[in-house]
């Protein structure tokens, strides 16, 4: 079965870190794209960072402002996301998605929660 | 990085049509055919309708379509049941490989 599975998220303090995995199986990981997207409670989609197959490029949104990176290690399917300096803001479902034709595959999501 | 813009709500009878709008500019939605739109049930992660403005996946049924002229793209969903009450999202290219999502419209059945 294709699917992705994410992992790491919790509470965190602000200011704080925390780093999200992504175990993909089913299909030829180092092959496809892939990329994060998180959605705050109760609002919408908002898509977070991306990185090419063979980590050549690597895309971040403008609001992240450098505090997040975004990582894969093709040899064991996996996908992460280290989140620094978090903020209240930062508070979501956030999940992993392949680029298969639009986003295709998507994991339930790990929900982070930065409060004090 | 600015959202792209759709309607919060819709809504139709079962058997109508209804047509979801998705506005960008010409720096997204404007100036790539890889506007996407995706189905979020509540408490479920989002599933693919359309890619490439204009595809279907396998598996989706063909009462969905995409469409786009110049900035603005459109999901329209034909024959409307009751399982298709959900909340819908287009996703647009926004240059070299970085993406936005409009707000979401919630369709409901009525």
């Known amino acids: 079965e294709v699917q992705v599975v994410e992992s790491g998220g919790g509470l965190v303090n602000p200011g704080g870190s925390l780093r999200l995995s992504c175990a993909a199986s089913?299909?030829?990981?180092?092959?496809?794209?892939m990329s994060w997207v998180r959605q705050a409670p109760g609002r919408g989609l908002e898509w977070v960072s991306s990185?090419?197959?063979?980590?050549?490029?690597?895309y971040y949104a403008d609001s992240l402002k450098g505090r997040f990176t975004i990582s894969r290690d093709n040899a064991k399917n996996s996908l992460y996301l280290q989140m620094d300096s978090l903020r209240t803001e930062d508070t979501a479902v956030y999940y992993c998605?392949?680029?298969?034709?639009?986003?295709?595959?998507w994991g339930l999501g790990t929900m982070v929660t930065v409060s004090s | 990085q600015s959202a792209l813009t759709q309607p919060r709500s819709v809504s139709g009878s079962p058997g109508q049509s209804v047509t979801i709008s998705c506005t960008g500019t010409?720096?997204?939605?404007?100036?790539?055919?890889?506007v996407s739109w995706y189905q979020q049930r509540p408490g479920k992660a989002p599933k693919v309708m359309i890619y490439?403005?204009?595809k279907r996946p396998s598996g989706v049924p063909d009462r969905f379509s995409g469409s786009k002229s110049g900035n603005t793209a459109s999901l329209t969903i034909s024959g409307l049941q009751a399982e298709d009450e959900a909340d819908y999202y287009c996703?647009?290219?926004?240059?070299?490989?970085?993406?936005?999502f409009g707000g979401g419209t919630k369709l409901t059945v009525l």
């Open positions: 998605a392949r680029d298969g034709g639009g986003f295709d595959i």
């Open positions: 089913g299909f030829t990981f180092s092959s496809y794209d």
């Open positions: 990185i090419r197959s063979r980590s050549s490029y690597i």
């Open positions: 010409s720096r997204d939605v404007g100036a790539y055919n890889y």
């Open positions: 490439d403005v204009s």
């Open positions: 996703c647009s290219n926004a240059g070299s490989y970085t993406w936005v």
